[in-house]
């Protein structure tokens, strides 16, 4: 009989500790903390290409989760950015690739080397457009960057070929370009 009882409670001890488990992933997962939040609130979604007259074209959606007084850090090898007011919870992003090539299979191509990439560590939001193929091939591309962020928000823009604009901003502006105009609406902070 002592070996029955033993079994036993072995048996109700590990049931115990399966239960305490599955609780704890349950409430780690219903959390909005780190664990599992962070990864579902950022994304980058690419479109199909279709023709549109003498280019091909990509858009692509992108944002994440963030908050009023927050900080973008855009860096890009190549594209316009322009930088609009939106909703005080979110930054979202529309990006518009063009690949100026005769055919679909060189497009594919072109679209599939920008690598479109956003994340966020210790409150800032990280957009990065980056091209990994040869710098004189990107000059068969381009890329627009249109972005929502709340009004007060702080932005750190830099693109090695286009403009900047920013429509309205309460916050810190820094934009650099190495070939553009950079234009600034409203800006106080």
Known sequence: MGVLVNASRKRNSKDASALIRLALLIGLMASPGPAFGAWEQSYVKRGESRREG????????????????????????????????????RLDCQVRLEAYTGGAAEAQRYFRSFDLTVRRADGITYLTGKSVRERHRSLRMNAEFLIAVPARFNLDLETHAGDIDVERLEGELRAETAGGDIRAGDVTG
């Open 54 to 89: 003498r280019a091909w074209v990509e858009r692509a959606q992108c944002g994440t989760a963030t908050h009023e007084g927050g900080r973008l850090i855009l860096r890009t090898d190549f594209g316009s950015i322009m930088v609009k007011t939106g909703r005080s919870d």
